[in-house]
């Protein structure tokens, strides 16, 4: 099994930048789709981005253009660089692996405690 821990959120102002990790551990880091997730307060949980094993990725429109996803498996981590941060990207960001269940992606396993990205206008 994979366990993932994510880490370096922060406090940034209106147009700057962060960089999130996904540290995994685990043999299967190579083979896993890794997604990111995030979640604001009295907001659901939205997929924000996910990459395959082979490097193909996804990005929520919302998103799409300021932030990239990319995997480094010799360092068994997957990161979130996220440039030109807006305060509605405000919350708190997980990354969970990815399974196909009744024919869609969806997040798998538990969440963990996630890292809070706060963004002041």
């Known amino acids: 099994q994979v366990q993932l821990e994510e880490s370096g959120g922060g406090l940034v102002q209106t147009g700057g930048s962060l960089r999130l990790s996904c540290a995994a551990s685990?043999?299967?880091?190579?083979?896993?789709?890794i997604g990111w997730y995030r979640q604001a307060p009295g907001k659901q949980r939205e997929l924000v981005a996910r990459?395959?094993?082979?490097?193909?990725?996804f990005y929520a429109d919302s998103v799409k253009g300021r932030f990239t996803v990319s995997r480094d498996n010799a360092k068994n981590t997957v990161y979130l660089q996220m440039n030109s941060l807006k305060p509605e990207d405000t919350a708190v960001y997980y990354c969970?692996?990815?399974?196909?269940?009744?024919?869609?992606?969806?997040?798998?396993?538990?969440w963990g405690q996630g890292t809070q990205v706060t963004v002041s206008s």
């Open positions: 685990g043999s299967t880091f190579s083979i896993s789709r």
């Open positions: 969970t692996l990815m399974h196909y269940v009744g024919g869609t992606l969806q997040p798998f396993g538990s």
């Open positions: 990459i395959s094993s082979g490097g193909s990725t």
